[in-house]
């Protein structure tokens, strides 16, 4: 049996900050992604968050702990995607990428 699942990969370029990022479906269902936030500080050999969930159409959300800003959206998307989570608490950026 050939699954069907879309990748979104995530490099990690914070400084010393904790994160979360998650996919939700059409239905803002979470799908797959962190429940929990964890380290996001750029080290060069963790630098890289892979999030696998079935083939459907889906949004990715992140939100950075002890930050005033909201949560960002991207998507939705039909494909694997690629993102940059950068900066610090107070000022970060949640960017698409090319993979």
């Known amino acids: ?5 879309f990748m979104v990969a995530t490099d990690l ?5 904790r994160c979360r990022i998650w996919i939700e479906d059409s239905n803002g269902h979470r799908i ?3 429940k929990k936030y ?11 968050e892979f999030i696998y969930f079935p083939n459907q159409t ?3 959300y992140a939100k950075v702990a002890g930050s005033f800003k909201k949560k960002k959206a991207r ?8 993102f940059s989570i950068h900066g610090t608490v107070n000022k970060w950026g949640f960017d698409q990428k090319s993979c």
């Open 75 to 82: 998507g939705p998307f039909n494909e694997n995607t690629c």
């Open 32 to 34: 797959a992604g962190d």
């Open 1 to 5: 049996m050939d699954v069907k699942a």
């Open 38 to 48: 964890h380290d996001c500080t750029n080290y060069f050999y963790t630098g890289h």
């Open 58 to 60: 889906y949004t990715v």
């Open 13 to 17: 370029e914070m400084t010393l900050c």
